[in-house]
């Protein structure tokens, strides 16, 4: 559905697909439907939440203890790194946390706010735009959770920190792209809402979190690396813990490629189907 | 002479209705596309609903429009395209100003928020900043008349409660033109009133207005033109006499 806002004021309504230019305007124009949505779900977490900021550290931080003790114990995998385990561990289970997250809560966010898109008009890409933001802003509070940890084990990370931003944007990408995605679909297909869930629990053992690529036998090491989360996590390594960790381009680059690929196919997906979301019902 | 502020030229909303059920589940849905007739089977047996069709009509400035006609003539229908909610088939609309829509009852309110915090955001799907809806606050309260369940998440609202903040939010954001279903009919007679003082206030303050009502006395009371639709078309649209 176009809808432009012309100099003088007239909105155009037609059947047709809006351009990319219009698309991004409108979007603009609506842009504190945004900002109160965030706002109040922010204010929903942290004031309602008993413990506030501290519950938002707790849980990865019980994560990390977990897989510490049942990767680092039982496998004595932590001999095999030079930076303190936990800090290895870490490094997974905070972007793990985020996107285990962030991809659910983008899913569902169509399919939630219904009755809303049913009654008003507002560029529908806001919706899972927000259910993402919101867990971004988790994302980077959970970072402190890395800090303290490295105040404990008085590590402090290199140059290679610097990088640091573009392996987070990464991240929110594959975040960003997946749920535009799977909330559409979600619209369309409820089983979708099973499916999901079920795949990101199994996905947690492909993805090195627990172990790192290099722990990897070789010959397996590029199936790996079809899950962009793997090339995502092992480039966070490297920033954060520097040398023990080689720059793995390879991962980089596939990473890369499949998180913008995600991202653009997404909102052009989203695009093109996001006025027909109140008819399907 | 007026410019209208809205032009509907040609318009026409297509639903496919489908007798076959329709594959809800993903499993349905590729079994479907991979058993006989492929993808094609899917959409077999759905046959063409005209929601709205050929529709032409203006509404110039100060005008107040009364949409009737039976149940499933399309009016509700004509009231989501006018609102963006869904997308025209055939056809356009030209809309000059900013549309405030009150859609059935439940309108766009989020379930979970506070009465206050569902004020900004209607404020903010309609178009003005925290700023504007700061300033226009109190009036809209007052108007609602919920004051003592501000925050209160709204769903926990009587419907009453509901029509009567969207209502007032909807009144107070200086669009051009309301655009109102049946919710009218929910708020009790003091509300129902204070409501028509202020659409047939509109004219005066050159807004326009389109609402839908099977009530002849509240059509009679409101309206400077009716169009009645039957089966998705216009039959008839004068001005009210």
């Known amino acids: 559905m176009v809808a432009s806002n012309q100099p003088d004021n007239i909105t155009v309504i037609d059947g047709r697909l809006p351009s990319w230019a219009r698309y991004g305007r409108d979007l603009y124009a609506y842009r504190e439907v945004a900002r109160v949505l965030i706002h109040r779900d922010l204010i929903v977490r942290f004031r309602q939440a008993f413990f506030g900021i501290a519950w938002l550290l707790f849980k990865p931080l019980m994560m990390m203890l977990v897989i510490s003790l049942a990767f680092g114990l039982i496998s004595r995998f932590e001999s095999q790194t030079a930076a303190p385990y936990p800090l290895v561990v870490l490094c997974g289970v905070i972007p793990w946390y985020f996107l285990s997250n962030a991809i659910p809560d983008g899913m569902n966010s169509i399919v939630s706010h219904l009755h809303i898109l049913q009654k008003t008009y507002f560029p529908r890409i806001i919706i899972p735009l927000v259910a993402v933001a ?38 929110v990408a594959l975040g960003t792209g997946l749920s535009l995605w799977l909330s559409m679909l979600h619209a369309r297909f409820r089983d979708v809402g099973n499916l999901i869930p079920f795949l990101i629990s199994i996905a947690f053992f492909v993805t090195p979190i627990g172990y790192t690529l290099a722990s990897v036998p070789e010959r397996w090491r590029h199936f790996f690396l079809l899950n962009p989360v793997a090339g995502i996590v092992e480039g966070i390594r490297w920033s954060l813990l520097g040398g023990t960790f080689p720059p793995p381009l390879s991962a980089l680059a596939s990473a890369t490629a499949i998180v913008l690929a995600t991202l653009v196919s997404g909102l052009w997906f989203f695009r093109r189907n996001e006025s027909t979301i109140v008819d399907m019902g | 002479m007026s410019t209208p502020i809205i032009e509907i030229t040609n318009l026409g909303k297509l639903y496919r209705l489908s007798h076959r059920t329709r594959p809800d589940s993903l499993k349905a849905y590729l079994k479907g596309l991979v058993g006989q007739g492929g993808a094609r ?33 399309g009016k509700s229908t004509l009231l989501k395209v006018i609102s963006r909610v869904t997308p025209p088939s055939t056809g356009c609309i030209r809309v000059r100003g900013k549309v405030a829509s009150l859609l059935e009852v439940g309108t766009g309110f989020h379930h979970e928020l506070t009465g206050r915090e569902n004020i900004f955001l209607n404020g903010a799907m309609l178009g003005c900043s925290r700023a504007e809806m700061q300033r226009r606050f109190d009036a809209i309260v007052e108007f609602s008349g919920v004051e003592r369940f501000l925050d209160t998440p709204v769903k926990h609202y009587s419907s009453g409660m509901y029509v009567r903040l969207a209502y007032s939010v909807a009144a107070h954001v200086d669009a051009d033109i309301m655009v109102v279903d049946e919710v009218l009919a929910v708020g009790d007679s003091e509300f129902q009133q204070k409501c028509f003082g202020h659409l047939s206030n509109l004219r005066k303050r050159r807004q326009s207005a389109i609402f839908v009502s099977h009530s002849p006395d509240i059509v009679r009371r409101l309206a400077t033109h009716v169009a009645e639709l039957e089966g998705g078309r216009l039959i008839n649209f004068s001005p009210f006499a």
């Open chain 1, 134 to 171: 919101i867990n971004v802003i988790e994302f980077i509070t959970a970072w402190l959770l890395f800090a303290l940890a490295c105040a404990w084990y008085g590590f402090i990370p290199g140059w290679q920190v610097a990088v640091l931003p573009f392996f987070l944007l990464l991240a």
């Open chain 2, 41 to 73: 089977s899917l959409s077999a047996e759905s046959e063409d609903f005209w929601a709205l069709r050929d529709i032409n009509l203006t509404v110039d400035k100060g005008q107040c429009l009364a949409l009737i006609g039976k149940n499933g003539s």
